[in-house]
């Protein structure tokens, strides 16, 4: 079993920010892409921005480029998301996501965490 918990949510006034942070933990061997997706009310799931396994190619949406920041910690299995500058549209769950491969496995599973809520007041 594979789990991915968040951490980090909260709330905070717009312009300030906050540290997302995810933790998968279980059975892995691998972990190739990870990265943070957002829901806001009334709205569709979005990708916020992810990054491959040695880092060498990120993604980020639109809304979020130069403000927020991906990064991870191969050896924790960790992947944070620092967010700056925030704005009350950035008010969402936010959840992690990873391509996990099992000890003993051969096809990459698509882990999804619970969420964390992020609200940025006006």
């Known amino acids: 079993q594979v789990q991915l918990v968040e951490s980090g949510g909260g709330l905070v006034q717009a312009g300030g920010s906050l540290r997302l942070s995810c933790a998968a933990s279980g059975s892995i061997f691998k972990i190739n892409r990870m990265g943070w997706y957002r829901q806001a009310p009334g709205k569709q799931r979005e990708l916020v921005a992810t990054i491959t396994s040695g880092g060498a190619i990120i993604n980020y949406a639109n809304s979020v480029k130069g403000r927020f920041t991906i990064s991870r910690d191969n050896a924790k299995n960790t992947v944070y998301l620092q967010m700056n500058s925030l704005k009350p549209e950035d008010t969402a769950v936010y959840s992690c996501?990873?391509?996990?491969?099992?000890?003993?496995?051969?096809?990459?599973?698509?882990?999804w965490g619970q969420g964390t809520l992020v609200t940025v007041s006006s």
């Open positions: 996501n990873a391509e996990v491969l099992k000890f003993g496995a051969v096809v990459y599973l698509d882990v």
